[in-house]
Every structure is written in structure tokens, then in C-alpha cells.
């Protein structure tokens, strides 16, 4: 099993749609999580921090389910410039290193 | 705040030749990492320090790579020699805290490194 995992898309939605990405991790020790934007041909940006539960930062949301060992990201209101690689990034514990997911792939259209 | 800084951005070499990668991370970041890139996947790490020591090199093909950051700020990576399959972006990030709150990584802009 992969560490993190996501589903690799692309997701292809209209403008003003909803849409949600999962990533299931496989470390239950892990405390803190990402989510990371990636434009085609450039490095990733962080999106948002997750230490708690979840977080909330305008369109996007993003939430914590420990026991299922999940995070997902919502994004509310599409735009066309959210199109890119979303990123999910796990800290694990054991070894204090970063993981990545292999990216999901988000395509706006109008 | 100034980020962290690669260069070179893109780099051409031939099969067997040898390349170095320069990354100068955030100021006050104590860790390190070097990512490795390929079109399609997620970054994959290669080595991660911590100050000048190296905490996880379990992924870096140490028949031909090495890294090294001797001051605990500025770091290289080199490849010698390069395969075709070492085409990649090689990307660079720095993260304040090793463990707990601040342990997000910032990228530099990457080196887009093609062996022919």
C-alpha cells in the first residue's frame, strides 16, 4: 500500500461547481497534513495547513478524518484558474519526512 | 520575505555526463529537502536534512548521486553520471520545524534537468 493515495482524476467540471478530492494515508501516527497546488510546468504551493479537524480558507475546505485515516479538499464556486494538480502531503512521524500523493488533477471549463 | 532559490532552471547534458544543482532555502530554515519529480507523478524525495546533517537519504540512488550541505544553509545536488531516466524536475524546499506546527515545505522554482 502506497503511503498516500489519491485519486488521480482529472476531474472535469463546469464553472460554479462543487468538487472533492480524497487522500487516505496509511501512517495513523501522522499529525499534520497538506494540500498543495501545482500549475502545470511550475514547483507546488502550499494551499492549506491541516493540524486539527479541518480548515477553512474562503472556497476551499479542507477536513481531517483520523479514524478513517482520510483528508479531503472542497473546493466551492469553481473557477477556471482553479485548474491544476492538487497535491495531498502527509508529515509523517517516523522519520519526520514529507510524503506525496501522486496528484489529482482538476480542469475547470466554462 | 525572500523564498528558495534554484538554479540553474534548465539544464541539457548527454547519457554518462556529470550535472550539480545549487539550492539556497529560506533564511532561518533548518530543513532541507530535495524532491525529485517526474512528469505525470508526485514529487518523490530524495534526501532530506536537517541542519547539515542528513536525516533521510533511503530513496537516493547513492551509486550516482550525492548531496551535501556543509554550512547547514546552501546544499547541492549532484548526478554523475546521469542516466535518461534521471530526466526530471528536481525540486528544492525548505521547512521552518522538523516536527509538529511549521513543518510545510516551500519549493524553489526547480531545475528541469533532460539527459539525452
Known amino acids: 500500500r502506497k503511503e498516500v493515495e489519491q485519486d488521480p482524476g482529472p476531474f472535469n467540471v463546469p464553472e460554479g461547481a462543487t468538487v472533492a478530492f480524497n487522500c487516505t494515508y496509511s501512517n495513523s501516527a501522522s499529525q499534520s497534513f497538506f494540500w498543495y497546488r501545482q500549475d502545470c510546468r511550475k514547483e507546488p504551493k502550499l494551499l492549506m495547513s491541516?493540524?486539527?479537524s479541518g480548515n477553512e480558507d474562503g472556497r476551499f475546505t479542507a477536513q481531517l478524518n483520523r479514524a478513517s485515516q482520510y483528508i479531503s479538499l472542497l473546493i466551492r464556486d469553481s473557477k477556471l484558474s482553479d485548474s491544476a494538480t492538487y497535491l495531498c502531503v502527509v508529515f509523517m512521524e517516523y522519520g519526520n519526512k514529507l510524503v506525496f500523493g501522486a496528484g489529482t488533477i482538476l480542469r475547470v471549463k466554462s | 520575505e525572500a523564498g528558495v532559490a534554484q538554479s540553474p532552471r534548465y539544464k541539457i547534458i548527454e547519457k554518462r555526463q556529470s550535472v550539480a544543482f545549487w539550492c539556497n532555502p529560506i533564511?532561518?530554515?533548518?530543513?532541507l529537502y530535495w524532491y525529485q519529480q517526474i512528469l505525470g507523478q508526485g514529487p518523490k524525495l530524495l534526501i532530506q536534512f536537517q541542519n547539515n546533517g542528513v536525516v533521510d537519504d533511503s530513496q537516493l540512488p547513492k551509486d550516482r548521486f550525492s548531496a551535501e550541505r556543509l554550512k547547514g544553509v546552501d546544499s547541492t545536488l549532484k548526478i554523475q553520471p546521469a542516466k535518461l531516466e534521471d530526466s526530471a524536475v528536481y525540486l528544492c524546499?525548505?521547512?521552518?520545524?522538523?516536527?509538529?506546527?511549521?513543518?510545510?515545505?516551500?519549493f524553489g522554482q526547480g531545475t528541469r534537468l533532460t539527459v539525452v
Open positions: 524546499a525548505s521547512s521552518f520545524a522538523s516536527t509538529g506546527i511549521g513543518t510545510e515545505a516551500f
Open positions: 491541516v493540524y486539527s
Open positions: 533564511s532561518g530554515h533548518a530543513t
